[in-house]
């Protein structure tokens, strides 16, 4: 018996990333035209080009944080292992594709033939 001590120990490589990010799906397009159409940017004050860029801004931000406000969401990321390179990527992509194109054999269509026989044979037996 051979015995060896591997002094390994668990590197863990995740890194948390934060975003922001609006929910759009309950974001109301007709709820905010209409908003739109009453608010300030109708009824201009100014004809200065910064001030009605700023006043744009802050409507349309104020009217969409409304029903899609912002939130701070946690992305982990997970770096791969260190084995795991471009040749073993290459490897699977390959498999995944070999297995997407698969050619059915003479024996799959026969089991598949068997198989379709006898469910057939099941319901002809159930009916009246």
Known sequence: MITATLQLR???HFEATFRSCRAWRSFDYHEFERDLQHSVLMYPSTADVAEL????????LSLIDIPAPLRRVRCSVRTSAA????ECRA???????????????QQDARSTYDM????????????P
């Open 91 to 105: 490897a699977k992509r390959f498999t995944r594709l070999l297995e997407g194109t698969q050619v059915p054999t």
């Open 53 to 60: 860029v700023s006043t744009y801004n802050e409507t349309v």
């Open 116 to 127: 379709e026989k006898t469910v057939r044979r099941a319901t002809v037996s159930v009916l």
């Open 83 to 86: 084995w795991y390179d471009g």
């Open 10 to 12: 668990r590197i863990n």
